[in-house]
């Protein structure tokens, strides 16, 4: 009804009546709702791809109870709470992919087969189109009419992977009835003549009547699932289970005392995610994806850490909320995702066993469709979950998708009137009361609204009019900071805070006193200061992004060198933040100048991180930046790899305030000018790509033959070691057999002897 008439609402911005027509882009979930959406049959079929016909061998259909019913409470899988996935086949924390079991009868899969299998795994197979799906959906229709029809509709449903959740619901009816035993034929014909009359005109799911609408195209890879709950769990575990003690004790210590600066987030616990692997959340496997090849060097093979720094270089791209260039991005994409396949290709082809690893392949179509993939994530709802699990448990659980609807279109409600957002009053208030002479007169005042709405009146409908809450409930929202915490109200826009402002003051010194004082002129671009000019050093300062840059930090900015038409980025950690006393900019609270350590950016990129290398030594020139030209803060990691950096007992540990002779571990650099940019950062990370180096795109097909005939390999020996280890429980138990029998003669002819 919507698309046909619209819904008229009142635009508070400008300011006139605006008419909404809704109409369905895309249908956003976790994967196994996406697949039910697409009517599809799911992860674990044959044919697990919604968006495609690529085949795996992946387990067969289980029982009809793949997936648990949808009880309202959202998916298992959550930011917040410890992730327990829905998909059966994602529990296994073992060494790696679970093997798919073997069937009785079925033939073991050839070397040739195998290759075929994971080079069209690799890649896009022929895509699947809406009109094919609902044919398909229709025969299952008439397979299921017939008596003795489900097993062909068992047949199709596994042979195409296409399962429609809401048509299947109906057709179990019908199934009921053919596959009742100690009936004849012609009584099951009658009944399922009734069965089909009862049954509804339409059957298929309601996706199929959105217009313009695709289940298959228009339901987009969603990262948080696919990649963060995804490989970046997979790889994580992994690692944690083939690491042993001690090695664990070592990749604490590193993660502990990683720079965490530009990635914006919170310090990191290496105890929890370490110690907790198994239970992380979304916010800590998005940290792990942008540390890791710094903390696990030297712990894991070399192949496995290739894919570390593979997924460091995919990760930023997915995640940039911004794209210039939407084909340059997508070829980006597109060379970074199927490097990190090749990469885990070479370390087990049993990762394809997962099929998230295919799905990831749809996703630069769908960013071409849809933008940044972090529009169609569903990271922000994941929040919502607990909103949805109260509203589910205060209610009688009659009917809990309406109760839960109902309670999340209150609050939309109050938020929208505790904002001062404006609603059509049914009746004339009277002309006698003070309240409606107050509103009325604000109206007046301000003139935001017209009190009649002009297509209202043309509908005859004179009584209506528009009008917002008044001043005591609005009072309301102030107190104790209530719409702020509660409804997200009133929060200040970082980034509408002037570039440069100072958080404090920070400490009053002599020019001379001050670290960049003491370098004095050798600094390029210093303002002429004598040694006694009073300077303050405030701590921190914002950038034009809304980001803060503490002291210490390292910047990306850009400079023109003398004569040079294009800005050349620059990196460089920052020395002090300066406020000379009494300049224009210290009595608006801005910084006058940041003083900052040059570092050279080296040719070549790094070998293991495949990350430029950075270089700051006490040659390195010192100049001042503008805090306007700072573009970013950038991570920058110490060259561990390559030092033989060590892990030492530092600082004491305390317990409930007392001191304990424990002491915490601390890692200490050895040559610490060594540096490297970490382009696997998140955040800006489109400023980071004029610096980012592409490494060359590996040649596919030998890495296939290569880690197929391994695994061939491992599967022999595996059959060989069963086989073994069944002819030696064979030749135990016949030797326990032969001796119960050697027992029993030995007394049988006791017996016989004393008689
Ligand atoms: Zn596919
Ligand atoms: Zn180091």
């Not at 109870?65 to 086949?89: F, Y």
């Amino acid at each position: 009804a919507c698309q046909n008439s619209g819904v008229w609402a009142w635009d508070c911005e400008t300011k006139e009546k605006i008419l909404i027509i809704p109409s369905v882009l895309a249908m956003l979930g976790d994967n196994p709702m996406q697949s039910e959406f697409a009517c599809h049959i799911g992860l674990r079929g044959r044919m697990f791809c919604r968006v495609c016909k690529v085949q795996g061998n992946a387990e067969e259909e289980e029982a009809d109870n793949a997936r648990k019913p949808p009880n309202g409470t959202g998916s298992n899988e959550s930011l917040s709470a410890p992730d327990a996935s829905s998909l059966a086949s994602d529990v296994s924390t073992g060494a790696s992919a679970r093997q798919p079991k073997k069937k009785k009868g079925k033939v073991a899969e050839s070397m040739a087969d195998m290759i075929v299998r994971i080079t069209n795994f690799m890649k896009i197979g022929a895509l699947r189109s809406g009109d094919e799906t609902q044919a398909l959906l229709r025969s299952q229709f008439v397979n299921a009419c017939r008596i003795g029809g489900y097993a062909q509709y068992k047949r199709t449903r596994t042979q195409f992977g296409v399962k429609d959740t809401h048509q299947e619901a109906l057709l179990q009816r019908l199934f009921d009835v053919s596959k009742k035993h100690g009936v004849t034929k012609a009584q099951k014909e009658a009944q399922m003549e009734t069965v089909h009359k009862g049954l509804l005109d339409i059957l298929t799911s309601p996706v199929w009547r959105i217009k313009d609408f695709d289940p298959h195209a228009d339901t987009p890879v969603e990262i948080l699932h696919v990649i963060l709950l995804g490989f970046v769990k997979y790889f994580w575990r992994d690692a944690i289970a083939r690491l042993k003690d001690d090695q664990k004790e070592t990749l604490i210590t590193r993660i502990s005392s990683a720079s965490i600066s530009g990635l914006g987030i919170s310090s990191l616990s290496g105890s929890t995610l370490v110690k907790y692997s198994g239970s992380l959340t979304g916010r800590d496997f998005r940290a792990i994806a942008q540390i890791a090849p710094f903390v696990l060097h030297g712990l894991l093979d070399k192949d496995i850490l290739e894919c570390w720094v593979a997924l460091a270089r995919l990760v930023p791209l997915v995640w940039q909320p911004q794209i210039n260039k939407v084909d340059d991005h997508i070829a980006d994409i597109e060379k970074a995702i199927d490097y990190l396949l090749d990469c885990v290709c070479r370390v087990t082809p049993r990762w394809f066993n997962k099929p998230k690893f295919h799905i990831v392949l749809h996703l630069p179509a769908h960013i071409r469709r849809f933008g940044p993939a972090m529009l169609f994530a569903t990271e922000g709802f994941e929040s919502f979950n607990a909103i949805i699990r109260s509203a589910s448990v205060h209610s009688n659980r009659h009917a809990p998708s309406r109760d839960i609807a109902h309670i999340m279109a209150r609050g939309n409600r109050v938020r929208h009137l505790l904002s001062g957002g404006f609603f059509l009053m049914n009746r004339l208030p009277k002309p006698c009361s003070t309240r409606t002479a107050h509103t009325s007169s604000q109206h007046k005042g301000c003139s935001v609204a017209p009190s009649l709405s002009a297509w209202m009146s043309s509908s005859h409908n004179q009584d209506l009019r528009w009008e917002k809450i008044g001043q005591a409930p609005i009072n309301l929202i102030s107190i104790g900071n209530f719409g702020a915490q509660l409804l997200g109200l009133g929060q200040a826009d970082v980034a509408s805070l002037p570039p440069g402002l100072c958080i404090s003051c920070g400490e009053r010194q002599e020019w001379g006193k001050t670290k960049s004082g003491e370098r004095g002129p050798a600094i390029q671009g210093i303002p002429p200061l004598s040694s006694t000019s009073v300077v303050y050093t405030p701590r921190q300062v914002r950038l034009y992004d809304g980001d803060l840059c503490t002291a210490g930090d390292w910047i990306v900015w850009l400079s023109f060198p003398q004569g040079a038409t294009t800005p050349t980025t620059q990196v460089g950690q920052v020395l002090e933040i300066i406020q000379v006393a009494g300049s224009q900019k210290q009595l608006t609270g801005r910084c006058d100048f940041l003083v900052v350590v040059t570092a050279t950016i080296l040719e070549d990129m790094h070998d293991y991180y495949r990350m430029p290398r950075i270089a700051v030594s006490s040659k390195s020139i010192v100049v001042t930046v503008d805090a306007d030209a700072v573009k970013c803060v950038a991570n920058v990691q110490h060259n561990c790899a390559d030092h033989p950096c060590k892990v030492v007992a530092s600082s004491v540990v305390y317990q409930e305030r007392e001191k304990t002779d424990q002491r915490a571990l601390a890692m200490t650099h050895t040559s610490p000018g060594d540096l490297i940019l970490n382009t696997g950062q998140m955040r800006n990370s489109s400023l980071l790509r004029p610096l980012k180096v592409d490494p060359e795109p590996l040649d596919r097909q030998p890495i296939i033959m290569h880690s197929v005939k391994l695994e061939m390999d491992r599967r022999k020996k595996k059959r060989d070691a069963q086989a073994a280890m069944a002819v030696a429980q064979l030749t135990e138990t016949s030797q326990v057999v032969k001796s119960k029998h050697a027992t029993a003669s030995t007394s049988l002819r006791q017996h016989v002897l004393s008689t």
